[in-house]
């Protein structure tokens, strides 16, 4: 009532101008209240065709800068297709989306009126035109059970004949205000079940999120087309049995209890699909899902991400700059990834860290595998909990560096001085491309660099270039943030966003190499960013490009002589026979 007090004059021509309509319309009868939660409400009793509509309109605290709406007092009652729902709002011809404050309460109530004498007229009923539209969202709000239609797999039901009946699987997850089901698979008219290959690995196993795997049928039929009601699990079985297909296997018994099953029915055009569960239990009951359809943008990829996710890349330090990399990586179109981290997720890490809860106490590049499982369909995780530079044996740390010789591009998302020195000399001995960053403490900025075999000079150079030219400047209020691969990271250097802003443009400057784009969009080989005005930074946003000058990628070893060459392949030729000549011996 808070707006009666304000604006006393308004809610004085309120009521004013409803009283007038009483006196005038002959069909209205009002009660002014105030609600047990403060509001200021109306009760109406409108007569229209003989008979009596009791409604409520509700004045909300920011009238008059929004309407006041208007419901059943009966919470059961439906007056018109233009209402939200049982009991709800109706929807009238002042909204939201076209309120002006001279607009009145009597208004509305002349809106109703309208409104609900022409729908309900009992001779000539007439629909009233909708000028408001309702957005997929809003539309899908009352579903509880959706069924999410893939781009992959709408080609896969629309290339199957007429008529066709295949087996399939699901996959369903319970969400907090929704169960949603998906299906992963589908047979082919030979029986072969195939892979619907956009639905990521996580949904389609039972982990990491909690998905439960189905059984079902699919049927085609141009007897689809008509869409019947369909309301239990006999109905769907006689519909089915009248468009000639056989019915066992839809309505299956095990130990007294139906067994659950996905039934697809689908006609000659796909907006005539429709997706149901016989719900396991006693007795079989059916329940239909709404159908989540894909937008355009899913059904075409890319060239550049189609080129990516030829691209293998190797990610060392998952931690809070990692996590963001890896997961906007597998967003943008990389499908092949080796992780490798050897620390542990713990509650300190979710300041910052890009995933949640849910994975904690889990090895941070095992749970980033896990999470890229649900990001995107198609991605291949290799992951190692091996740390780089520290105290491993030989053995572990060997096969590590093996297994980073043998990706496309290298990203250090560590901060860690020892484990770039392995990796720049890594990149160096295989010609692979190396990224990194850090975060400044505090916050206020930050630094991305890269080394391209032939077009920049070698990491060390960048890194040495990079060391040159802070010496030419004051001193950083705080120093690069050391070891927020895992150990040392301290809470609150940074915030998240901090991290995110550095994370992002490495990202960009991940793909941006990834591609060999030419010309690039990063003409430098390093850029200091600032996010706010400190140090050299003048304002939020200061970006600093940095010309770095130094050797290239060529190794020391290119300079020996081809004489020595031929004689270091003359003795690995005699070693390797003696091995041989060895283990004929041994055999012997």
């Keep these: 009532m808070k707006w009666a007090i304000d604006d006393p004059a308004r809610f004085l021509r309120e009521r004013a101008e409803l009283d007038r309509l009483e006196a005038e319309a ?186 439960l795997s189905g059984d079902g049928l699919m049927f085609r039929s141009d007897a689809f087309d008509q869409r019947q009601t369909i309301e239990s699990a006999e109905t769907l079985v006689r519909v089915l049995t009248e468009a000639g297909f056989a019915t066992d296997g839809v309505l299956v018994q095990e130990a007294g209890k139906y067994r659950a099953r996905t039934i697809v029915l689908l006609g000659t055009a796909l907006p005539s699909l429709r997706v149901f569960l016989i719900n396991s239990g006693e007795q079989p009951e059916l329940l239909e899902h709404r159908i989540v359809w894909p937008s355009l943008s899913d059904f075409r990829l890319s060239e550049e991400a189609q080129q990516l996710a030829k691209v293998r890349v190797g990610i060392v330090g998952l931690g809070s700059m990692g996590s963001k990399i890896a997961v906007s990586l597998a967003r943008s179109g990389v499908r092949r990834f080796l992780m490798v981290d050897d620390d542990y997720l713990t509650p300190g890490n979710m300041v910052r860290h890009e995933l949640s809860w849910a994975y904690m106490g889990t090895h941070k590049a095992r749970a980033v595998r896990d999470a890229l499982s649900l990001t995107a369909a198609g991605v291949r995780v290799d992951t190692r909990t091996t740390r780089l530079a520290g105290q491993e044996s030989a053995l572990t740390a060997a096969a590590a560096l093996k297994d980073l010789s043998n990706c496309d591009l290298l990203v250090d998302a560590t901060a860690n001085p020892e484990v770039f020195l392995l990796l720049a000399a890594l990149a160096k001995r295989q010609r692979t491309p190396l990224c990194w960053g ?139 026979a003696g091995g041989r000549d060895a283990d004929a011996d041994s055999a012997a």
Aim: aromatic residues 10%; glycine residues 8%.
């Design 438 to 576: 850090e975060i400044f403490a505090g916050g206020y900025g930050g630094m991305i660099a890269r080394a391209r075999p032939g077009r920049d000079p070698n990491p060390l150079a960048v890194r040495d270039a990079y060391h040159t030219y802070l010496a030419t400047l004051p001193d950083a209020p705080f120093k690069n943030v050391a070891g927020y691969d895992g150990t040392e990271e301290q809470p609150l250097i940074a915030y998240d966003s901090a991290v995110g802003f550095v994370a992002t443009a490495l990202t960009r400057l991940v793909i941006d190499t990834a591609l060999s784009r030419d010309p690039s969009e990063f003409p430098y080989s390093l850029y200091l960013l600032g996010m706010r005005r400190e140090w050299i930074f003048e304002a939020p946003f200061d970006t600093r490009p940095i010309a770095v000058q130094g050797h290239g990628w060529e190794r020391d070893g290119d300079a020996v002589n081809e004489k020595a060459r031929i004689a270091v392949v003359e003795e690995l030729l005699k070693m390797h």
């Design 26 to 211: 002959g069909w209205l009868s009002t009660a002014w209240r105030i609600a047990e939660n403060g509001s200021i409400t109306v009760d109406l009793d409108m007569t229209i065709h003989g008979r009596v509509f009791a409604g409520r309109m509700t004045y909300p605290d920011t009238f008059p800068d929004s309407p006041p709406y208007i419901c059943p007092r009966d919470t059961s009652e439906r007056w018109s297709g233009h209402q939200y729902g049982d009991g709800g709002p109706l929807c009238l011809q002042w909204r939201a989306d076209n309120w002006h404050p001279d607009v009145t309460g009597a208004d509305m109530v002349r809106s109703t009126y309208e409104l609900l004498s022409t729908e309900q007229h009992p001779e000539l009923p007439n629909a009233v035109p909708s000028a408001h539209r309702l957005t997929t969202g809003q539309d899908m709000r009352g579903a509880g059970r959706r069924f999410v239609a893939t781009a992959e797999l709408l080609p896969i039901l629309a290339a199957l004949p007429l008529p066709s009946r295949v087996r399939l699987t699901s996959a369903t997850v319970y969400n907090a205000d929704a169960v949603v089901m998906f299906v992963t698979k589908v047979a082919d008219t030979q029986d072969v079940m195939r892979d619907v290959a956009d639905v990521p690995e996580g949904i389609a196993t039972s982990l990491p999120l909690f998905s």
